[in-house]
Nanobody, 116 residues
Framework: QVQLVESGGGLVQPGGSLRLSCSAS????????MGWYRQAPGNERIWVAH???????IYADSVRGRFTISRDNAKNTMYLQMNSLNPEDTAVYYC??????????WGKGTLVTVSS
């Protein structure tokens, strides 16, 4: 069992930046991929970005060019650098670790609020 803990959320003004972290209790080096998802109030959880074992990264259209996903296997931590934030980015952000074979873990989320 791997526990994931997100941190770094908070209140930021439009146009501002935040960096989210996802710390794992176990090794992330063996994951097939890790990802960030978000859930805005009243909406379903949606995918934001993935980073694969190969270090390949992919992004949802809504965040491409503004968000950067990265990972530090030595620290068992994944990051999401978020720039040029706008109110539509307000959501609870969740991290996910996919080890394959149906083994999948979620964090409990961190709230990001973009407001003036």
């Amino acid at each position: 069992q791997v526990q994931l803990v997100e941190s770094g959320g908070g209140l930021v003004q439009p146009g501002g930046s935040l960096r989210l972290s996802c710390s794992a209790s176990g090794s992330i080096a063996s994951t097939n991929r890790m990802g960030w998802y978000r859930q805005a109030p009243g909406n379903e959880r949606i995918w934001v970005a993935h980073i694969f074992r190969s270090a390949l990264t992919i992004y949802a259209d809504s965040v491409r060019g503004r968000f950067t996903i990265s990972r530090d296997n030595a620290k068992n931590t994944m990051y999401l650098q978020m720039n040029s934030l706008n109110p539509e980015d307000t959501a609870v952000y969740y991290c996910n670790a996919d080890y394959g074979n149906g083994i999948n873990y979620w964090g409990k989320g961190t709230l990001v609020t973009v407001s003036s």
